[in-house]
């Protein structure tokens, strides 16, 4: 069974300064989808960044990149110059590309940006 | 473009009587529509899983006959929680892909208390 792990269950950043989350999962699949969202305190869940895993590009969304290392099954997310704004529950999710689509979430990352 | 919307954002009924929940996708045609249940400082868990016009996929653990999910039309599909009690207090969150869609998208969740 597929397993997503955060291992970071808080991390504070100053502001304009950069933070890396760490994700790290298990499959047995060759083929799949990675995701960062973001629930802000309105619970509304955002996505942030998506990875296919067959695209050995590391995927950028303006100051969120991610780190993806296949064979070590690790999808970190940094965020560079960070914004009061990026404050927010961070979840990483993992679906398989075919079957019934569902997101295996990890447990989460509360990120406090400190002014 | 991609809103899903849920409604009510939040609801409290007494405990024995039962709520309908509501997830609607406003500007696509939702194949596939899941439900997720998040306690506080949680991450998501899925509850279930439905396609239009077939009964839903429930996760292990859920009662079917507890969380009653409707998916009758590509726009709406409906959560019911029958015979709810204080423990049945959480925050609900849908989700909506269309086919061919490679992410989820989230409604803004519906918090339920149960007195």
């Known amino acids: 069974a597929q397993t997503v792990t955060q291992s970071q269950p808080e991390m504070s950043v100053q502001e304009a300064e950069t933070v890396t989350l760490s994700c790290t999962y298990d499959?047995?699949?060759?083929?799949?989808?990675l995701f960062w969202y973001k629930q802000p305190p309105s619970r509304q869940m955002i996505l942030v960044i998506r990875?296919?895993?067959?695209?050995?590009q590391n995927a950028t969304e303006n100051r969120f990149s991610v780190n993806f290392q296949k064979a070590a099954k690790s999808f970190s997310l940094k965020i560079s110059d960070s914004q009061l704004g990026d404050a927010a529950m961070y979840f990483c999710?993992?679906?398989?590309?075919?079957?019934?689509?569902?997101?295996?979430f990890g447990t989460g990352t509360r990120l406090k940006v400190l002014a | 473009g991609a809103v899903v919307s849920q409604h009510p954002s939040w609801v409290i009924c007494k405990s024995g009587t039962s709520v309908k929940i509501e997830c609607r996708s406003l500007?696509?045609?939702?194949?596939?529509m899941f439900w997720y249940r998040q306690f506080p400082k949680q991450s998501l868990m899925l509850m279930a899983t439905?396609?239009?016009?077939?009964?839903?996929?429930?996760e292990q653990g859920v009662e079917k006959d507890k969380f009653l999910i409707n998916h009758a039309s590509l726009t709406l599909s409906t959560l019911t929680v029958t015979s709810a009690h204080p423990e049945d207090s959480s925050f609900y969150i849908c989700?909506?892909?269309?086919?061919?869609?490679?992410?989820?998208?989230f409604g803004p969740g519906t918090r339920l208390t149960v007195t």
């Open positions: 999710a993992y679906r398989r590309t075919s079957g019934t689509y569902k997101y295996i």
């Open positions: 989700s909506a892909r269309w086919l061919a869609g490679e992410e989820q998208y």
């Open positions: 499959t047995s699949e060759s083929d799949y989808y």
């Open positions: 439905s396609n239009e016009g077939s009964k839903a996929t429930y």
């Open positions: 500007d696509f045609q939702a194949t596939t």
């Open positions: 990875q296919e895993a067959y695209k050995q």
